[in-house]
């Protein structure tokens, strides 16, 4: 892949409008770093603001509907985010899926909405620690994919690198236990087969980040593990100094 690096930080239910002063911080380190792609996902709150003030940077949702409007009370569509400045959404992820009960097929409704109104998408992927210790990880993750992923039809029109997998074990979200690099490595390349086989000659458009307990200490050699190409990071996203550290990481790997 020779897309530069995608950084992105996800502030899940953290952060009032006193924290865009981070993300300012956060958007001039992104200045100094042409070759990598930086985006935060604030909570709903501060979508708007984020993008009025940041503008080095992506902003993105964390969630949104499947349907562009309706009765679903307290949910938010894609068309909505669009509208007040995002341009990505993540989708998906395992708090998410737990939390809320989210399956694969409402997953990938979810991101084929967010195509269709525009955004880019993060699909989130990920076993948790019973199903590795049971040696299902790859399977686990492999269905994940095969039935997330928005379909063929649904990126006819979409350009190259509006889409990532990302992948996160469940067990390294929040834990400071980081997945090993050669598991990455293997993990990445059966998504990589699993996207071609979705996707085919479109499949190098796709970018595979990797999520759970990234840090500033792990982050080189995690992004340059064959097949990376990004990073989802949670708690080191929410301070700019944490967060600088990682994307200068990107701007070394990249090389
Ligand atoms: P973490 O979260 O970096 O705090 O482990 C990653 C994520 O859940 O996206």
Known sequence: MSSSPYIVGNWKMNGTR??????RAINRVAGRYAGVQVALAPPFTLIQAMADEAQAIGVGGQDCHWQAKGAHTGDISA???????????????SERRKD???SDAMVKAKAEAALAAGLGVIVCVGETLEERDAGQAEAIVAGQVDNSLPSLEAIATVA?????????PVWAIGTGRVAEVADVISMHKAIRERVVAAYGDRAPGVRILYGGSVNAEN???????DGVGGALVGGASLTAESFAAIIAAAGVAEG
């Open 160 to 168: 190259d690198g509006r889409i990532s997998v990302a992948y996160e």
């Open 18 to 23: 006193a924290m865009l002063a981070e993300a």
């Open 79 to 93: 068309t909505m985010l669009a509208d007040c400045g995002a341009d990505f959404v993540i989708v998906g992820h």
């Open 219 to 225: 982050a080189s050699s995690l992004l340059a593990a």
């Open 100 to 102: 809320h009960g989210e």
